[in-house]
């Protein structure tokens, strides 16, 4: 049996989501934030040396990285082929050009924008909080809040014709996209104002399956 170790507020909620999509049996195992750090707690490093999540259990198998765990999901319990991309079709190519994109591209600087905007508010001497101010508002302004506008519009333009992201069905990008965009919604004023955007997490969020991965994951603040 696959067994899912969440961690709240996290990557691994698009994975309870595919669960739920899939609809096999499955354990989950919750594992809470440490209320100072607001880091994985150490019980994860049990199951995988790096002590992130998502992970999952399968029979002897431990899987890391959303990108691999939901492939693997779909290779192995998607019977009905509902989330599988003919081999070699404009899907497939689409699925596996987003599958990447989420992690590879918009993340790293949504992450950044965190990075940042928390160096504003931090603990510092009173005499450099001005220039630790001034250096994070530079790099916002001049680097990270134009690539994260230019995403987000290409992700727009991609959306605004086509139903999910590999075109007309559902597919293993579907569920890797929707925490980075989830996370632009609170961390970029210009995602609120994209309506293709809007409208497709939207559509995501009222499926009855992510509704159902919500009330077994515990605490998510981006839905």
Do not use: C
Request: hydrophobic letters at 40%; charged letters at 25%.
């Amino acid at each position: 049996m696959v067994t899912l170790h969440h961690l709240e507020n996290s990557r691994s909620q698009r994975i309870l989501w595919l669960l739920e999509e899939l609809g096999i049996e499955y354990e989950i195992k919750l594992y809470k934030r440490d209320p100072k750090t607001n880091l994985a707690p150490d019980e994860l490093k049990a199951i995988h040396p790096l002590g992130k999540s998502p992970l999952i259990t399968d029979g002897g198998k431990v899987i890391a990285e959303s990108a691999v765990i939901i492939n693997y999901l779909i290779r192995n319990y998607d019977k009905d082929n509902r989330f599988t991309n003919a081999p070699d079709s404009d899907a497939a190519q689409q699925n596996e050009y987003w599958l990447h994109f989420a992690e590879g591209s918009l993340m790293p600087y949504l992450v950044m924008s965190l990075v940042f905007t928390k160096v504003k508010t931090a603990p510092m001497p009173f005499f450099v909080r001005p220039v630790a101010k001034g250096i994070a508002d530079q790099v916002m302004k001049s680097f990270i809040s134009p690539n994260v506008e230019s995403s987000l519009r290409f992700i727009e333009d991609h959306l605004s014709k086509n139903v999910w992201f590999s075109g007309d069905d559902m597919s293993a990008a579907d569920f890797q996209m929707i925490f980075p965009l989830e996370a632009a919604m609170t961390r970029s004023d210009i995602a609120s104002k994209l309506p293709a955007i809007n409208a497709w997490v939207k559509k995501v969020h009222a499926l009855p399956a992510y509704q159902n991965a919500l009330k077994k994951g515990g605490p998510y603040d981006y839905a």
